[in-house]
Structures are given as C-alpha cells and as structure tokens.
C-alpha cells in the first residue's frame, strides 16, 4: 500500500459532450485524489465513482492540461505526467467521454 506522499490532488474539468451532455453542472469540477504511482486508468474510475448514474459507467478520456496539454493513456502512470503537486489555483485534466467525443 501506499503511502500519503504519493497522493496527488489533481482538479479536473469534465466537458459537457456526447453522453456527458446532461451532467448535472454541480459535477463538472471534480476534485480527486489518487496515488500517484497508479494507472491512469484508476484516475478515470476515480472520477467516474463521484459521477451519479447512469454518467458514473462512461468511459473517459483524459487530458492533461496543465503544465502541457497531453492524452494520458489508461496504462500510463500518473506519476508520468505528474511528479509533483501542481498548482491549486488550475484546472490539472480535462476529461470528456472516449466515445462521441470527436
């Protein structure tokens, strides 16, 4: 298990699209922590767990946006594109549905 210096806050932008469309507003900033040595996958479940049904089983693609704009694959670990605590004052990913997207 890990411990509490791995975690990471990351805040993330959820857009309004394809079957995200009709979340509620009050869902779209999400605040998560998650360790930072796991998949990016775990990242996606963690976001999808605060949805309400029937967005909590869309599949998500994911965004990093800060400090540079770059597609997290699910494999990837988060610690790839996060090593540190970024700033709190911005949104970290963006994420919106894998499919529809486009």
Do not use: W
Not at 23 to 51: F, G, H, K, N
Not at 69 to 91: A, G, H, K, V
């Amino acid at each position: 298990m890990s411990s509490g210096e791995d975690n990471i806050i990351l805040h993330c932008l959820i857009v309004l699209c394809g079957q995200l469309h009709a979340l509620p507003r009050d869902q779209v900033v999400q605040v998560v922590t998650v360790d930072r040595s796991q998949a990016v996958s775990v990242l996606e479940a963690t976001i999808q767990s605060r949805l309400e049904k029937p967005f909590n089983n869309i599949c998500l693609k994911i965004h990093q946006v800060y400090s540079r704009e770059t597609l997290m694959q699910p494999q990837d670990l988060i610690s790839t594109f996060f090593n540190e605590q970024p700033r709190e004052d911005y949104f970290h990913v963006v994420a919106q549905p894998l499919l529809g997207s486009e």
